[in-house]
């Protein structure tokens, strides 16, 4: 049984990290939160201790080393722009981290990390769910198995309704979050870039706050993209039966599917990462490169979707 410490209780994703630690045999000793709204915690462990601020966090797991508790992991739930600094907080403290995605913004903020893990008797870790999720391993197989010369077509679709409150959270701001195609997307490019390669080509056809689109093109794939929170993009049928969210993926115009499947990728990450097999930062390099050139690059528009006429 290993000791963990979780930073951003309170967070939308921070219920399956607390239940890959209970599901995996594991113990929580602490948590940090600034927001006091985790009555979740009562679902896995009750007993542990909950701080709203980090010196009193700090202090704590300092007292609990002195008492000859081991700290093991530390799970990171914060803000995207907060990931960095609480990593190198775990690795200082002699703990491994697991840090949900992304797991920084920019591509130097890998490097920096880096430094200080080899530095370090620690690991890094990221949650890259969807290569783990069953129908991308298929998908990556087949990709392999088939060794095509021509390039598949892929368009990739994510719509996920947000209300009001989400331009007034720190998802909203760019500074804090990276964006829309870094906040909701840097998942599905980083599976992008493991089913098919190389990213080759980068460019974006619309950037706003709520929604934008672009291609990019890898070794084996050309994809056009598109990702939104406004529902009012949600397609028809989707509307009609009351649900906020539409995901798509067609590769040669064939649906790929994997709506379902979600709910046990977080334990399966917590199972590979206490094994040694978790992902690094190597692993998550051209998906943060990605994210970073969506958001600087120049607007390129396209005219009658050319980038698939080549």
Request: net charge neutral; with cysteine; proline share 2%.
């Amino acid at each position: 049984m290993k000791n963990f410490a979780l930073i951003g209780a309170a967070g939308y994703i921070a219920p399956r990290h607390l239940k890959a630690i209970k599901d995996t045999n594991n113990h929580l000793i602490a948590a940090l939160d600034k927001f006091d709204s985790v009555g979740v915690m009562d679902s896995y462990f009750p007993e542990a201790d909950f701080f709203v601020e980090f010196e009193r966090f700090d202090r704590h797991i300092e007292k609990l080393k002195r008492a000859g508790t081991q700290l093991d992991y530390v799970s990171i739930c914060t803000p995207n722009y907060l990931h960095d600094s609480h990593i190198r907080m775990a690795l200082r403290r002699g703990a491994h981290a697991i840090c949900e995605k992304p797991i920084v913004l920019n591509p130097w903020n890998i490097d920096a990390l880096e430094a200080i893990e080899k530095e370090s008797q620690g690991n890094i870790n990221t949650i890259l769910q969807l290569r783990l999720h069953e129908s991308i391993i298929k998908l990556k197989n087949k990709v392999a198995s088939e060794n095509r010369k021509e390039k598949y077509d892929v368009d990739l679709t994510y719509i996920t309704s947000r209300g009001k409150w989400y331009d007034i959270s720190w998802k909203g701001d760019e500074s804090k979050s990276g964006g829309i195609a870094t906040n909701i997307g840097v998942h599905f490019y980083d599976m992008l870039s493991w089913v098919f390669g190389r990213v080759q080509e980068n460019k974006v056809h619309l950037r706003e706050n709520h929604k934008a689109a672009g291609y990019l093109e890898f070794e084996n794939a050309r994809v056009r993209w598109f990702l939104s929170i406004d529902e009012n993009d949600l397609p028809v049928h989707i509307k009609q039966i009351n649900q906020r969210t539409f995901r798509s993926i067609t590769i040669n115009n064939e649906e790929v599917e994997f709506s379902d499947g979600f709910t046990e990728l977080h334990t399966k990450s917590y199972q590979q990462i206490l094994k040694g097999n978790g992902f690094g930062l190597e692993d998550v390099r051209q998906s943060i490169q990605i994210v970073h050139d969506i958001r600087n690059n120049q607007i390129f528009k396209s005219i009658n979707n050319h980038f698939f006429n080549k």
